[in-house]
């Protein structure tokens, strides 16, 4: 059934609270932590043994990560139109397909050409199993408490980036680099159950309605059978002013957060920290970020998306400036505050896009945003570093991490983001 069938289906309010809540939140939050945790997080356990094992060099393996987020932004564009045209669930299926090969052909590589082709795949597999599609998977779901909904998804993300580096590690040290990596292999595979069994293309496959959206509906905020919008072309996307505002705010925020979090420990060395202290500046940051996804969602119910979302890129600009300062002291307070502020943006950039194109055409959004957040996010690091060799100190780098956040904020107050959460009670 298509989405414009959703308003002809028998209304199930329990039922579709109990589908949306408690399977495909809870489905997709384990997809995420899974996909995003093992190759955001997880794979750094493995670089010192394909350092070692391969005899590279550092920025060699670092490549591999630039390669993962360069195909994983340019295949989304392809795999968020498939994920609009045929379906989340033989994109998600055939994303889990490609990211399980990747590590099982990671633990036999044995040389830098086989290590680079392993991540290569790992980012086509990304754009079928990643955040982009998730989101859609998703949003679909929910007119109302869309961003509560992402809160508690995304979640799966910062705890998988917290737990695999650690498991990972101990993997490989009790039964080598390819053991590690073939229990990644069948980690991935085994999403395919709840891809499955939990995903459903649309509410109303299952003669239901998005969650909220009868109360949408009664109080006039939009007509029936269209909370899922228009369906978009590439070009009508792009040519659209609230795109690029939007746009521009996701690769400032994604360079900005990458910049800050992968040159953090070499910041403090330089400010006389010593490496086992500064590495555990991570902590904050992710605890931050976490409360930061979700508690964002639950203030989007009582304030609107906007708001909030604002409120969080002032957090992430304040954290900039006390970086700007150079004092090893706000050091731990500017983690805390940017983790809060970052983990809020996160959560609510992906809400905001099926705000202001709704869910019908989410993929290809979503697909041409992560081609921004993902170029954002891979140059952040290395200009960062860049500027650092050059002057000596983090400085200038944090300079343009300031920069760029207060331009991401002026694109967010000159957004209109039509949200109804603030306007309806919650159901």
Excluded at 152 to 167: C, D, E, Q, R, Y
Excluded at 314 to 342: E, K, R
């Amino acid at each position: 059934m298509s989405p414009g069938a959703a308003a002809a289906a028998v209304p199930g309010a329990v039922a579709a609270r109990f589908h949306g809540w408690w399977v495909v939140v809870p489905a997709v939050a384990v997809i995420l932590l899974v996909t995003n945790g093992l190759t955001a997080g997880g794979i750094a356990a493995f670089d010192p043994s394909i350092i070692q094992g391969l005899g590279v060099s550092r920025a060699d393996v670092k490549l591999g990560d630039a390669i993962q987020l360069g195909v994983t932004a340019i295949l989304t564009i392809g795999t968020g139109w498939l994920a609009d045209r045929f379906g989340v669930r033989i994109v998600m299926a055939a994303g889990s397909v490609a990211l399980a090969s990747s590590f099982f052909v990671l633990g036999g590589v044995d040389s830098l050409a086989d290590y680079y082709w392993a991540r290569f795949w790992m980012g086509a597999g990304l754009s079928g199993c990643g955040l982009a599609i998730c989101v859609v998977a998703v949003s679909r779901w929910f007119v109302l408490r869309r961003g509560r909904a992402l809160g508690i998804v995304l979640a799966g993300t910062s705890l998988g980036n917290a737990i695999f580096p650690a498991i990972f590690t101990r993997l490989i040290a009790s039964g080598g680099l390819d053991f590690a990596a073939d229990v990644a292999g069948w980690m991935v595979l085994a999403l395919l159950v709840l891809v499955a069994f939990a995903i459903a293309e649309w509410p109303a496959d299952k003669a239901l309605r998005p969650f909220g959206a009868e109360q949408v509906e009664a109080l006039g905020l939009a007509a029936a059978g269209d909370a899922a919008g228009p369906e978009l072309t590439y070009r009508q996307i792009l040519s659209n002013p609230r795109f690029w505002l939007m746009g521009i705010a996701a690769f400032a925020t994604f360079y900005s957060i990458l910049a800050v979090n992968n040159n953090m420990i070499l910041h403090m060395q330089n400010l006389g920290v010593r490496p086992e202290t500064g590495s555990l500046i991570a902590l904050p940051l992710f605890l931050a970020g976490l409360v930061g996804k979700l508690v964002s969602g639950w203030l989007t119910d009582l304030y609107g998306r906007k708001p909030v979302w604002l409120v969080s890129l002032a957090l992430m600009l304040v954290a900039a400036g006390m970086l700007a300062l150079m004092s090893a002291l706000l050091v731990p307070f500017a983690a805390v505050v940017m983790g809060l502020g970052w983990g809020a943006n996160y959560t609510l950039l992906q809400a905001v896009a099926g705000d202001v194109f709704g869910t019908r055409s989410l993929g290809r959004v979503m697909g041409a945003v992560t081609v921004l957040d993902a170029g954002g996010g891979a140059i952040g690091p290395y200009v960062t570093a860049r500027f650092a060799d050059a002057s000596g100190d983090y400085q200038a780098g944090f300079l343009v991490v300031l920069a760029l956040v207060a331009m991401a904020l002026f694109c967010a107050s000159r957004l209109d983001v039509p949200t109804p959460d603030a306007q309806v009670k919650s159901p």
